[in-house]
């Protein structure tokens, strides 16, 4: 037994130094906590996760735990330089400013996607073949004395009065690390010059809260200087354009017109080096509860279309319905999909359990001006609608559940995949340790995302490794679990701990016709758990697909929300 426990001990920390073995230290500690011949394995969920383990292993667990801890607090100081380095990589890359890493010759090693923008002509500019022209001989020789230390290690501001540029320089301490890192001499920040252009009237109306005709004009001064010049431009009385120009002064609480330019010119650098939003970025919506948290949400298909609510997996990865977009509007559906508090930029609530999304959404469907949608709710989403269902008759018109995602009895230990049935195996035996284990999986799967949906796949039905097997899928998975877990993954961890534990909601209070969809191959959640959800619920219609897992939302959805939206509502609707 000593032996056991001392290889399991050396599998904690080296975990900790290579968190992408994460799932092997999870198999092993599984293997370690099986129960002894005699301890109620059958135990309901609540009840096995919170009654301590057979005395004699006890003191075990508890010594486990205590490595476990240590090995997470090494591993969380590794991943908070991770971390600290992702955010100065991000500051770096959007950054509105553009920010150049020079050599010994003036050479550009890097720079980051602004300066690529912005300096492609001018008196500072940024070549092909990443050298740098500088139109000021004097300004260049400057830097140059800058880049070879002839100023001293401080930093140094250069100027260019003839080109009205400026150049902040932070002579850096030589790297002895291998790669271009080691030739980086200088930092530079181009702070001035042809960046300066005159702030669009969009932007000045956006930054200052203006009318757009006062807009209008104060983009007109901003080019012209001259009050008379631009009511003219403008086509407007003299008159008006005072009157206009009071109006913005009063509003900015500045008192003279040079002022006001002045102010107005100081956001042009930020306007010219502003990056542009990514083809493929979705917008998230937000709106403040009445508590003070932010619920955030994405729309898809038609704005003007038919309302449909609904609720992402648990870990915010599936769907990516920009997939449907262009069905979504052919058939006339606004796709408002709802972020979980934690997900994404929702405000993340501590202790918040699947029966306390209902009062948020309800808070939604207000602001949005919606009564009683359909909601359509995939994997983990469908606990969360099945409460707001139960709690809140009058919040949908109808409710889909597809793969839906087990609270309390109906899990079925002996019929999940091996990773989701080690992690239920090691919580229901405590859950610290899930959660200890669980911070060492997120550093993991944050470094390998590959690795781990390989992993996942692994122990699945055909039809869902063939789902991870697709590298457009896989690409949409890993960059939707990244932008969910932009407030850290501890939620998605907790999620899991609540699924332990009843719903604390009476299902037979449900009046709305109910569409429940589930693949008999599904490794997550067994197709009899699934039954006997069913079982429990009123007014519903089951559908259960013998070739098809877990993940078959990308194969079914557009039949499943077909069906859902053609299910008679009843007649009090």
């Given at each position: ?321 920009t997939v449907f977009e262009d069905w979504y509007r052919e058939r006339g559906l606004r796709m408002i999909l709802i972020v979980r508090p934690g997900y994404g930029i929702s405000t993340y609530k501590r202790n918040y359990q699947f029966k306390d999304l209902g009062r948020d959404i309800q808070f939604l469907c207000e602001h949005l001006h919606i009564r009683k949608p359909p909601m359509a709710a995939y994997c983990g989403g469908g606990p969360y609608a099945l409460c707001a269902a139960a709690l809140y008759p009058e919040l949908f018109d109808r409710l889909g559940l597809l793969s839906t995602t087990l609270a309390g009895d109906h899990l079925e230990l002996d019929k999940l995949e091996p990773i989701h049935r080690m992690s239920l195996q090691i919580s229901r035996r405590d859950p610290r340790l899930f959660m200890l284990v669980g911070r060492l999986g997120v550093r993991g799967v944050q470094k390998a995302p590959e690795r781990f949906y390989k992993m996942l796949a692994r122990g699945m039905s055909a039809s869902d490794q063939a789902v991870f097997n697709n590298p457009d899928l896989l ?99």
């Open positions: 037994m000593k032996n056991d426990n001392d290889a399991l001990i050396g599998k904690i920390y080296e975990t900790a130094l290579s968190p992408g073995d994460w799932v092997e230290l999870l198999d092993t500690i599984a293997g370690w906590t099986e129960v002894e011949e005699g301890f109620p394995i059958e135990q309901g969920a609540a009840e096995s996760a919170l009654v301590p383990g057979p005395a004699p292993r006890r003191a075990e667990v508890e010594g486990l735990i205590s490595h476990l801890e240590r090995a997470v607090r090494s591993s969380s100081y590794m991943h908070a330089l991770e971390d600290r380095t992702n955010v100065l990589n991000a500051m770096y890359n959007q950054m509105p400013w553009p920010m150049l890493m020079l050599g010994e010759q003036l050479q550009v090693l890097e720079s980051n996607p602004v300066a690529q923008q912005v300096l492609a002509d001018g008196p500072v500019q940024l070549r092909a073949n990443g050298t740098l022209s500088i139109a000021d001989r004097e300004l260049k020789q400057a830097l140059e004395r800058v880049n070879r230390l002839a100023e001293g290690r401080d930093t140094q501001l250069l100027t260019s009065p003839q080109d009205g540029i400026s150049l902040l320089c932070l002579p850096v301490q030589k790297s002895d690390a291998p790669g271009s890192i080691a030739q980086v001499r200088t930092i530079v920040w181009v702070l001035a010059g042809h960046s300066v252009v005159t702030p669009s009237p969009e932007m000045l109306r956006s930054v200052f809260s203006i009318t757009e005709a006062e807009s209008r004009l104060l983009h007109l001064l901003c080019k012209v200087g001259n009050l008379q010049q631009s009511s003219q431009l403008l086509n407007i009385k003299i008159s008006t354009a005072r009157s206009q120009l009071k109006s913005v002064m009063g509003k900015l609480n500045i008192t003279s017109q040079v002022q006001l330019v002045s102010h107005a010119m100081g956001h042009a650098l930020v306007q010219a080096a502003r990056l542009p939003r990514l083809q493929d970025e979705d917008e998230e919506y937000t709106v403040t509860l009445a508590d003070g948290r932010v619920l955030s949400w994405y729309e898809y298909g038609d704005p003007k279309g038919r309302p449909v609510l609904t609720l992402e997996n648990q870990g915010a990865s599936m769907p990516d319905h690409a949409r998975t890993i960059k939707r679990t990244r932008r969910g877990h932009f407030q850290g993954a501890r939620i998605m961890m907790e999620e899991y701990l609540n699924h332990l534990k009843p719903l604390g909601v009476d299902l037979k209070q449900i009046t709305v016709p109910i569409l429940q969809w589930h693949g008999e191959t599904d490794g997550i959640i067994s197709i009899d758990g699934a039954r006997h959800l069913a079982a429990d619920l009123p007014n519903v219609q089951f559908r259960s697909f013998p070739e098809q897992g877990h993940f078959m939302i990308y194969e079914l959805w557009q039949d499943f929300l077909t069906e859902l939206l053609e299910l008679d509502a009843p007649a009090s609707a």
